[in-house]
C-alpha cells in the first residue's frame, strides 16, 4: 500500500537548563557551573524510496530529544541527536501550523522542519567583577513543534493515463520491469505504478472515471501524481463503445482538476488493436484521427507498435538529454 499523504506532528528537543556551581578544587574560588546542551532538530530529508513515507502510517509523533543540563566543574550538557526523516523526492511539505509549504525535489536535499532550542548558560558565563559568585542560569530555549502534512506528487518523465483496463499496466510491464498487477476487471491499479525506461520514469496512474474530481471511483486521489507528469501517454482501448466520449471525459477530469494539465504534450494510443478485426480498428482509427491525427494503435501482442512506442520513448530521453546537457552549461 503506497501512502502518499499523510500528517504528522514534529517537535524539536527543548535545550538544556545551565547549571549553577562553584569551583570544588582547593584554593580556586568561583562559579563552574557549566552550559546545556542544544535539543536535537528535525530535518527532512529527499530518497528516491516511494515508500518511505510509509513509516508514518502508525508513528504520527516525531519528537527529537531535549539537550542535557549543564554539569559541575565547567562541563556542558550534551547535545541532543537530530533526526532526519526520509520522505520520497516530489513530497510537498505542508506546515499545517504556519501555513507555509515547500517541497522536496532532488534525493539528498534537506530542508529543516524544526529547530532545536538552544542550551542555557551556567553561572560561570554571568562572572564579572562586581558579581564574583553569580548564581544566575538560563533555562534552555523551547525547541519548535510544528503539524505537517506530507504529500507525494510522482515527478516522471512519462504518465500513461486513460480509464480502467485501458491496457497502461500491460503496457508498462511490456516495456520495463515494473511487474504491475494485470487484470480484467475495474481498478487493477489501486496505486501508481513506476517503471525505468533508461533514463525516463514513467508511471501508470491508476485509472480515471467520469467525476474523478467529484471523488467518484478512486476520486481526486491520484490527480496529483499526473500534475509533475512532464510528457502523457493518453490511452484508449479498442474495447471502448464510445471512442471520442472517453477521450472527452479523461481530458475533462484533468482540466477540472487543474487547467493546466491540458497543456502537457500528449500522445493518443489506441491499444488492444489486436482484439478487433482490421476492418473495425480502421473505423475507430478514423473516429480518434478526427481528434488527433497522430493516433497510434498498440498491442503488446504486436512488436511492430510496440517498436514505435519505444522510438518516441527515446525521442524524449534525447530531448531531457540535450535540455540537461544545456542547462548544465
Given at each position: 500500500m503506497?501512502?502518499?499523504d499523510v500528517t504528522i506532528d514534529?517537535?524539536?528537543?527543548?535545550?538544556?537548563?545551565?547549571?549553577?556551581?562553584?569551583?570544588?578544587?582547593?584554593?580556586?574560588?568561583?562559579?563552574?557551573?557549566?552550559?546545556g546542551g542544544k535539543g536535537g532538530s528535525v530535518y527532512f530529508e529527499g530518497v528516491f524510496d516511494l515508500g518511505a513515507l510509509q513509516q508514518f502510517r502508525f508513528k504520527k509523533k516525531i519528537a527529537a530529544k531535549n539537550g542535557d543540563n549543564g554539569k559541575e566543574q565547567f562541563c556542558d550538557g550534551r547535545d541532543s541527536d537530530d533526526i532526519v526523516l526520509?520522505?520520497?523526492?516530489?513530497?510537498?511539505?505542508?506546515?499545517?501550523?504556519?501555513?507555509?509549504?515547500?517541497?522536496?525535489?532532488?534525493?539528498?536535499?534537506r530542508l529543516l522542519a524544526a529547530q532545536g532550542g538552544k542550551g542555557g548558560r551556567g553561572n560561570f558565563h554571568f562572572k564579572s567583577s562586581r558579581n564574583t559568585s553569580p548564581t544566575q542560569f538560563q533555562t534552555g530555549l523551547p525547541g519548535e513543534a510544528f503539524a505537517f502534512r506530507l504529500e507525494l506528487k510522482l515527478?516522471?518523465?512519462?504518465?500513461?493515463?486513460?480509464?480502467?483496463?485501458?491496457?497502461?499496466?500491460?503496457?508498462?510491464?511490456?516495456?520495463?520491469?515494473a511487474q504491475s498487477k494485470v487484470?480484467?476487471?475495474?481498478?487493477?491499479?489501486?496505486?501508481?505504478?513506476?517503471?525505468?525506461?533508461?533514463?525516463l520514469i514513467i508511471a501508470d496512474?491508476?485509472?480515471?472515471?467520469?467525476?474523478?474530481?467529484?471523488?467518484?471511483?478512486?476520486?481526486?486521489?491520484?490527480?496529483?501524481?499526473?500534475?509533475?507528469?512532464?510528457?502523457?501517454?493518453h490511452l484508449i482501448s479498442t474495447e471502448s463503445?464510445?471512442?471520442?466520449?472517453?477521450?472527452?471525459?479523461?481530458?475533462?477530469?484533468?482540466?477540472?482538476?487543474r487547467a493546466t494539465l491540458l497543456d502537457k504534450k500528449e500522445y493518443l494510443f489506441l491499444s488492444k488493436s489486436d482484439c478487433v478485426s482490421p476492418a473495425d480498428l480502421k473505423k475507430k482509427l478514423t473516429i480518434l484521427k478526427k481528434i488527433n491525427p497522430s493516433v497510434t494503435p498498440?498491442?503488446?501482442?504486436?512488436?511492430?507498435?510496440?517498436?514505435v512506442v519505444k522510438k518516441i520513448l527515446n525521442e524524449i530521453a534525447e530531448e531531457k538529454h540535450v535540455k540537461n546537457k544545456t542547462t548544465a552549461k
Open positions: 503506497l501512502i502518499d514534529v517537535s524539536a528537543g527543548h535545550g538544556g537548563r545551565g547549571a549553577v556551581a562553584f569551583d570544588k578544587n582547593l584554593q580556586a574560588l568561583g562559579p563552574a557551573g557549566g552550559s526520509k520522505v520520497p523526492v516530489g513530497t510537498v511539505i505542508h506546515n499545517i501550523t504556519t501555513g507555509i509549504t515547500k517541497e522536496i525535489t532532488a534525493i539528498g536535499e515527478i516522471a518523465d512519462v504518465g500513461f493515463i486513460g480509464f480502467p483496463n485501458a491496457g497502461k499496466s500491460s503496457l508498462l510491464n511490456e516495456l520495463t520491469n487484470a480484467n476487471y475495474p481498478f487493477t491499479t489501486l496505486e501508481p505504478n513506476l517503471g525505468a525506461y533508461y533514463e496512474v491508476p485509472g480515471l472515471i467520469e467525476g474523478a474530481t467529484e471523488n467518484k471511483g478512486l476520486g481526486i486521489k491520484f490527480l496529483r501524481h499526473v500534475e509533475r507528469t512532464k510528457t502523457l501517454f463503445e464510445d471512442l471520442a466520449r472517453d477521450y472527452a471525459i479523461i481530458r475533462k477530469e484533468l482540466g477540472a482538476h498498440i498491442s503488446i501482442h504486436d512488436i511492430d507498435s510496440i517498436e
